[in-house]
């Protein structure tokens, strides 16, 4: 990947000598040629030597002219061939150097003797409201005009099939987007169009043996593809992390026991029964211990990100509310996993990769990617996961991108990259 302030500087340059070079030129020989003339004018009245003398004085001032002239562009040439080279050179170099990251080894790995589970206990902190993960910088509409709405208000996903579904993932999407705009503005209405949505997420909900689901009732072809068609009903950890920070963000904020109630059931529903032949098995483990989210139960082999930090927002948010053993053990699981294998999804100057099945590049994915590890970082405070999100930012020249909708340095925060 080039440097971009190498390229500037190239660019700069190149246009410099292509506009100045000329017109240098141009002038350098205007002056000569005047100061030729006059000699000449000056010389015509002198001696009868000039008419005798093949190599007299006129001429060589007319040879000196031209060979000035010469000399110039020979040296301005030169100096640009020069400076091309080297910058080349420079470019050259910093498209290699790629930055290195070395992994500190984490000494105290545990197993889980009844799961087999691997995890470390990582130190967790609070974070400032600007670092979470959801963090908004202004507040939202209350309604939103890029989305559909039912006759209610509630937000609603237009299939291609042209009919309207709920969607667990836009409904606690859009509710955590009101509670950060509560936060920022302290609007009451706000909290009551969040509470509205939570109601509405509670009620579309299954619950069973003190857990709670979110269904989805539409087909859905995962990355665009219809080898990874999900059938309904069909179930995602898109929705329920992000439902558990929803119950979780409304106890905080409220301090409404039934917002705990609830968001013990969805914790629940995140338990460690690996059966995929069970519909609501979102977990599942690797051959080295490492513990996954899926997207939805049939499709447990992807090892996606996106997926993994939907879980780990989840309990993080949870683990605020009720620092259990249990919330503990799964945080610091599923952080441990990030910690072992995000090194898998990096492509080295160029985009990351979000699920290890597909390996699909995406710049929208390669920035959550970045703010997982910036965030992981700040709640952890280990600074390998600061490391790695650097050396994502660095491998991928954003600014390439300045027509894309995904154009990172739109929407990455700047004290994230501090």
Not at 129 to 137: G, S, T
């Amino acid at each position: 990947m080039i440097a971009p302030s190498f390229c500037y500087i190239y660019c700069s340059l190149c246009t410099f000598f292509r506009k100045m070079a000329l017109p240098i030129l141009l002038i350098s020989k205007t002056v000569f040629s005047g100061c030729a003339m006059r000699c000449e004018g000056v010389l015509g009245k002198t001696t009868l030597l000039d008419d005798m003398n093949p190599c007299s004085a006129k001429n060589n001032i007319k040879n000196e002219v031209q060979y000035l002239s010469r000399k110039i562009f020979i040296v301005l040439f030169s100096f640009f061939f020069v400076s091309t080279l080297f910058l080349g050179v420079l470019i050259t170099y910093s498209s290699m150097s790629i930055v290195k990251v070395s992994k500190p080894h984490l000494n105290d790995i545990h197993i889980d003797v009844q799961s087999n589970v691997k995890y470390h206990e990582f130190y967790i902190q609070d974070i400032f409201p600007k670092n979470d993960f959801y963090a908004i910088k202004s507040p939202v509409a209350l309604i939103d005009e890029d989305y559909n709405y039912d006759s209610e208000g509630y937000i609603v996903y237009e299939h291609p099939n042209g009919k309207k579904y709920y969607s667990p993932y836009l409904l606690t999407q859009q509710t955590i987007k009101y509670l950060g705009s509560y936060n920022l503005t302290q609007d009451r209405l706000y909290l009551e169009k969040a509470k509205e949505y939570t109601d509405k997420l509670f009620e579309l909900a299954e619950k069973k043996d003190n857990k709670m689901h979110f269904p989805h009732h539409y087909i859905f072809e995962l990355h665009g593809l219809p080898s990874e068609k999900l059938d309904p009903v069909w179930y995602s950890i898109y929705a329920q992390g992000q439902a558990l920070s929803v119950f979780s963000r409304m106890y905080q904020t409220t301090g409404d026991k039934k917002y705990l109630a609830w968001a013990n059931q969805t914790f629940n529903g995140l338990d460690l029964d690996h059966d995929p032949r069970k519909n609501t098995t979102l977990s599942y483990l690797d051959l080295e211990g490492h513990l996954w989210f899926g997207y939805y139960p049939k499709k447990q082999n992807h090892k996606s990100t996106s997926a993994l930090i939907r879980a780990v927002v989840g309990f993080y948010d949870y683990y605020q509310i009720n620092q259990t053993k249990s919330a503990s053990f799964m945080l610091n699981a599923s952080i441990t996993t990030f910690y072992e294998q995000i090194e898998l999804y990096r492509v080295e100057g160029d985009i990351s990769i979000e699920d290890l099945k597909h390996k699909n590049q995406d710049i929208g994915r390669h920035r959550l990617n970045i703010l997982a590890l910036k965030y992981l970082y700040r709640i952890t405070n280990e600074v390998y996961f600061n490391d790695m999100a650097n050396a994502f930012y660095s491998d991928y020249n954003f600014k390439k991108e300045k027509n894309s909708m995904y154009h990172l340095e739109r929407y990455i925060r700047k004290e994230w990259l501090e």
